[in-house]
């Protein structure tokens, strides 16, 4: 995490605290991501004693790493959630995470998070002329579940992104931008602040169900609690009484400019919106407040044929901005993104008043914020009613392994015949 942006620019800190000895609570929550600091933010503020678990630092996992794209609902349209889910789980599900901007937004504000948040809005940029019909086909979608976007002819595009790369956007004026890891680290100190007990650098070893409770113990504590949330996602280690769920792994990588100078910041991104294209292998693109332009793909910076991906991202600058043609990339960072073959989320019900939540797909920020508080409400009513989707008994994805390998390399195998200029 000091090696990415983020780490290097958050401003939102907790005072680290380690668990030692034994803790009583309410609820107990395993991960320090957007949706396990969401439901310790909820817990607290309803007067329940709540305990998190982070096994590194908060944020520490995608939460700290993602694009901090702050969109209403999933990558998929709502017709496409409501084929995976059925009429009413789907309907529920968008209805939901229509409103996802304005509650992260609305908690930012709240709590006086510092995120460097942005609410100019965001653009899904059509990289084809059947990029740009299917963005027609989902405005008009989104207008029935209230979501005011807006379609942009290419002229209109060019002038707020500063690319000519594009046939039209899909403009959401209730989207924006933030900081993501000084989101998160936002929600976790307003969490301590409303009473929660937030413990870093507190790794689960075992998970066990004694006297009607959970007892969560790590080297030096454990706690215990009638109800228990596990949060952790694409970044889960394994300890014994729970096993991790089942999802296929992708990696997003981001690469960083140095803060680009006065004209070009006029000229690119002139409002901060944040980007994104419609391309089967999507590019993002985006600047930060100190006028950074940050540009990311799928791809893991890690395996041998990497440098593919570091090549690309200057091509692809290139092709989009051309005065950015020789400007160094000076940071790069990746995070693993849990996947679903349906693209949706999933809520697991892995024990009595236990659930775990799971499977962004790459949409982290505000379906992670809403699940988590949700979950959090449903633990500690009792009633799983208000959760966006219903809990189900297991979850299975088969061949996993060779999806994620078929995504790398996928992505490889475009980033490497794609863009040359």
Not at 356 to 385: C, K, Q, W
Request: glycine share 10%.
């Amino acid at each position: 995490m000091t090696e990415s942006l983020w780490g290097r620019t958050c401003q939102e800190h907790l005072s680290p605290v380690v668990l030692n000895g034994t803790e009583q609570a309410d609820l107990v929550i395993i991960g320090g991501g957007f949706s396990g600091c969401a439901a310790a933010l909820e817990a607290a503020r309803r007067g329940a004693k709540v305990c998190l678990l982070e096994a590194h630092e908060i944020g520490h996992g995608g939460s700290g790493r993602n694009v901090g794209l702050v969109n209403a609902g999933l990558w998929l349209s709502p017709n496409e959630i409501e084929k995976a889910l059925g009429a009413e789980v789907g309907n529920r599900l968008s209805t939901q995470l229509a409103k996802a901007p304005a509650h992260v937004f609305s908690l930012i504000k709240d709590h006086a998070i510092t995120c460097e948040a942005v609410r100019n809005g965001t653009l899904n940029c059509a990289h084809s002329a059947a990029g740009l019909a299917s963005l027609e086909d989902r405005q008009a979608q989104l207008l029935k579940l209230g979501t005011l976007v807006q379609v942009l002819d290419a002229d209109e595009t060019a002038r707020r992104t500063g690319s000519n790369s594009f046939h039209g956007a899909l403009f959401d004026p209730g989207a924006g931008t933030i900081q993501p890891l000084s989101y998160v680290r936002g929600l976790a100190r307003a969490a301590v602040e409303s009473g929660a007990h937030i413990f870093e650098n507190s790794p689960v070893h075992a998970v066990s169900r004694e006297a009607g409770c959970w007892k969560v113990e790590t080297e030096t504590g454990q706690v215990t609690a009638p109800a228990l949330l596990l949060a952790t996602n694409a970044y889960h280690d394994d300890f014994n009484g729970l096993a991790a769920n089942d999802y296929i792994t992708c990696n997003f990588f981001q690469m960083a400019t140095r803060p680009l100078g006065d004209r070009l910041r006029d000229t690119i991104l002139p409002g901060n919106e944040g980007c994104w294209d419609t391309a089967m292998v999507m590019t993002s693109f985006r600047k930060d407040q100190a006028g950074r332009l940050i540009i990311g793909g799928v791809g893991d910076l890690t395996h041998p044929a990497s440098s593919l991906h570091a090549q690309w991202a200057a091509r692809k600058l290139a092709t989009l901005f051309p005065d950015l043609k020789n400007e160094p990339l000076e940071m790069q960072w990746q995070g693993r993104i849990a996947m679903t073959s349906d693209h949706t989320p999933k809520i697991l019900e892995i024990g009595p008043s236990a659930y775990s939540v799971h499977g962004y797909s790459g949409r982290g920020i505000g379906p992670g914020t809403i699940f988590g508080t949700r979950l959090a409400e449903a633990l500690l009513t009792g009633d799983a009613a208000g959760l966006p989707v219903p809990p189900v008994k297991a979850y299975r994805e088969p061949f996993s392994d060779l999806k994620a390998g078929f995504y790398e390399s996928g992505a490889t195998l475009v980033h490497m015949i794609s863009e040359r200029v």
